[in-house]
């Protein structure tokens, strides 16, 4: 039987673990994604945005499937894991650093030099698909990076990364009508991203220390399961309290 399904029959709460962090991780970066190219089609004509989003979409599922390919060759190298850690620390970072800052940062097509250099060619709306693709392009290498980070169990992978591109489509616009409806949920998003992000950088202690106590439990399903129940805590129990209190606000 194939070593990775394997993996997933003996510990089927882990995998159903990793899998639920992976959908956080993904559906939170294809927000940001989702929003980058939102803006960058603004500009253009109503009946061309949604035509133009359409090629995102299909350049996201191409880039996507075909970083799969390279997945097999990213599981083998150990650092990954803490190099993961730290990239999702870092988004943790850039997010509350932007919120305290009092000015907007905007994308501008106009900064891109492929658009420069295809604006004259192609025009306005070719320039701006090409300029989607490139940005799909390292969206695509991103979220694989995140992913292959994760895990190294490759039925995993290619979940996660199939979960990446209906986030993509799906996850991403729900997340942001709930956020936008509920606005602490994008600090308790990042918080999350925190979390996973630190308990990947503890590789670090698994790869050196192998027979520490620390690693035992980092590599137990006892801490993948609970990585996963104080992930539901995080975004549960403010939903709740914010229920309650409209509740009681209407009675």
Not at 19 to 48: F, R, W, Y
Not at 50 to 59: E, F, N, Q, V, W
Not at 123 to 145: R, Y
């Amino acid at each position: 039987m194939n070593i990775h399904l394997q993996q997933i029959l003996d510990n089927p709460l882990a995998a159903l673990a990793i899998v639920g962090n992976l959908v956080i991780i993904e559906s939170l970066l294809s927000v940001d994604n989702a929003a980058v190219l939102a803006t960058m089609v603004s500009d253009l004509p109503k009946h061309q945005q949604h035509k133009a989003l359409r090629y995102g979409i299909i350049g996201a599922y191409v880039f996507r499937g075909l970083c799969i390919l390279f997945a097999s060759f990213l599981i083998e190298f150990w650092f990954l894991k803490p190099l993961g850690g730290l990239y999702l620390l870092y988004l943790v970072y850039a997010q509350f650093k932007a919120k305290r800052s009092t000015e907007e940062e905007e994308v501008s097509k106009h900064q891109s030099w492929l658009y420069r250099s295809t604006l004259g060619l192609l025009g306005p709306f070719w320039a701006t698909v090409a300029l989607i693709e490139l940005m799909d392009l390292a969206f695509s290498i991103d979220n694989v990076f995140a992913v292959v980070a994760f895990t190294d169990n490759l039925i995993l992978i290619c979940t996660g990364v199939f979960i990446g591109i209906l986030a993509m489509r799906l996850v991403a616009q729900a997340f942001v009508l709930l956020m936008a409806k509920y606005p602490f949920l994008e600090t308790a998003a990042f918080v999350v991203i925190g979390l996973l992000g630190l308990k990947l950088l503890l590789s670090l202690v698994e790869h050196y220390f192998p027979q520490h106590p620390v690693s035992h439990f980092l590599g137990s399903e006892t801490a993948d399961i609970g990585l996963t129940l104080l992930t539901v805590a995080i975004f549960a129990v403010p939903l709740l309290a914010a229920w309650l209190k409209g509740s009681r606000a209407r009675s």
